[in-house]
């Protein structure tokens, strides 16, 4: 009878990055955009939220 081999599952890489949110500081015309681009969003979870 044969063993069977067990091959483990590849480890996930774990390296650091940077984080691109923290490594530049939000200013007001950032907010600003991102709020009127985010229009259509928050209509549709109004519309879910209504339900």
Known sequence: M???TYEPAAEPDYTPRAN???SAPATP???ARDYAA???IRTQMDKQDAR
């Open 29 to 31: 015309a950032d907010c």
């Open 38 to 40: 985010a229009g259509p």
């Open 20 to 22: 691109t949110i923290l």
């Open 2 to 4: 044969d063993t069977p």
